[in-house]
């Protein structure tokens, strides 16, 4: 009896402590379920937080200014067109021209690496009954010359050299070193940014502390250009050239990060 009543109260209390474990599972799951809901919730916060605070106010504004500089070169296109019964005739003659050509420019000057062929063309002539009329040439050369002052006087004599088949055309001035007058354009450009970002918030009741970003939006000047001509018959006074002005716009993009 006493053995019987012993082993019941054992397997009494091996069920009671099975039972007692079965309970206790459920309840570690559900506080460790409630931890992690907890972190997440904390963590949910804080990003929310640190977005909030990184998304800082900023201003888009644009700068702009110009500033002028004096073309120091001048380029043209300087050649000779001929005509002949036939193509060697013509070619012939255009070569003598256009050695004549290059001496009086080398003569005023110009530089050999300063001359260089633009185009050769040989070509047939028809009349306007489309029946063959000889034969033409073309020949240019692309002149460089620094010293604009003396261009008009260099080209009226080279055109002399040539006479009757001269052509002049593509006559452009420029600046050569742009360095210089972009730099200042752009700290114009930048300074005058600012000036629209500070006067923009401080109408806002705040006032800009960084720049976010900036982007130059350079604008090169265009050469100036000339009309072409042909040389007449009788001889044409000294070609006036004056230098004039250039513009050189610089226009910037900045984003200003603004107080919080």
Same mark, same amino acid.
């Given at each position: 009896?006493s053995s019987?009543?012993?082993?019941?109260?054992?397997?009494?209390?091996?069920?009671?402590?099975?039972s007692? =474990? %079965?309970?206790r599972?459920? &309840?570690?799951?559900?506080?460790?379920?409630?931890?992690? *809901? #907890?972190? $997440?919730?904390?963590? +949910?916060?804080?990003?929310?937080?640190?977005?909030?605070?990184?998304?800082?106010s900023?201003?888009?504004?644009?700068?702009?200014?110009s500033?002028?500089?004096?073309?120091?070169?001048?380029?043209f296109?300087?050649?000779?067109?001929?005509?002949? =019964? %036939?193509?060697?005739?013509a &070619?012939?003659?255009?070569?003598?021209?256009?050695?004549? *050509? #290059?001496s $009086?420019?080398e003569? +005023?000057?110009?530089?050999?690496?300063?001359?260089?062929?633009?185009?050769?063309?040989?070509?047939?002539?028809y009349?306007?009954?489309?029946?063959?009329?000889?034969?033409?040439?073309?020949?240019?050369l692309?002149?460089?010359?620094?010293?604009? =002052?003396?261009?008009?006087?260099?080209?009226?004599?080279?055109?002399?050299?040539v006479?009757?088949?001269?052509?002049?055309?593509?006559?452009?001035l420029?600046?050569?070193?742009?360095?210089?007058?972009?730099?200042?354009?752009?700290?114009r450009?930048?300074?005058?940014?600012?000036?629209?970002?500070?006067?923009?918030?401080?109408?806002?009741?705040?006032?800009?502390?960084?720049?976010?970003?900036?982007?130059?939006?350079e604008?090169?000047?265009?050469?100036?250009?000339?009309?072409?001509?042909?040389?007449a018959?009788v001889?044409q006074?000294?070609?006036?050239?004056?230098?004039?002005?250039?513009s050189i716009?610089?226009?910037?993009?900045?984003?200003?990060?603004?107080?919080?």
């Open positions: 009896m019987e009543y012993e082993g019941q109260n054992s397997n009494d209390e091996n069920s009671r402590s099975h007692t =474990a %079965s309970l599972r459920p &309840l570690q799951l559900g506080q460790a379920l409630a931890v992690v *809901l #907890i972190v $997440a919730a904390l963590v +949910g916060a804080w990003s929310l937080g640190h977005q909030r605070s990184s998304a800082r900023t201003i888009s504004v644009t700068g702009s200014a500033v002028q500089g004096t073309p120091d070169t001048i380029n296109e300087i050649g000779v067109h001929t005509q002949s =019964a %036939s193509a060697a005739q &070619l012939s003659s255009n070569n003598r021209k256009v050695a004549a *050509l #290059i $009086a420019l003569n +005023g000057g110009v530089k050999k690496r300063n001359i260089q062929t633009a185009n050769l063309s040989l070509y047939q002539n009349n306007s009954n489309g029946t063959a009329n000889g034969y033409a040439v073309d020949n240019s692309s002149v460089t010359m620094h010293n604009i =002052a003396g261009t008009g006087t260099v080209i009226d004599r080279a055109i002399r050299s006479g009757n088949g001269a052509t002049l055309s593509g006559v452009t420029s600046i050569t070193n742009q360095n210089a007058l972009l730099a200042k354009a752009r700290a450009a930048v300074a005058n940014a600012r000036t629209t970002a500070n006067q923009l918030a401080r109408s806002a009741g705040t006032h800009v502390t960084s720049v976010v970003s900036l982007v130059d939006q604008n090169l000047p265009s050469p100036v250009f000339f009309n072409s001509f042909k040389a018959n001889a006074p000294s070609v006036p050239v004056q230098a004039g002005t250039q716009n610089v226009q910037v993009s900045v984003v200003y990060l603004l107080a919080s």
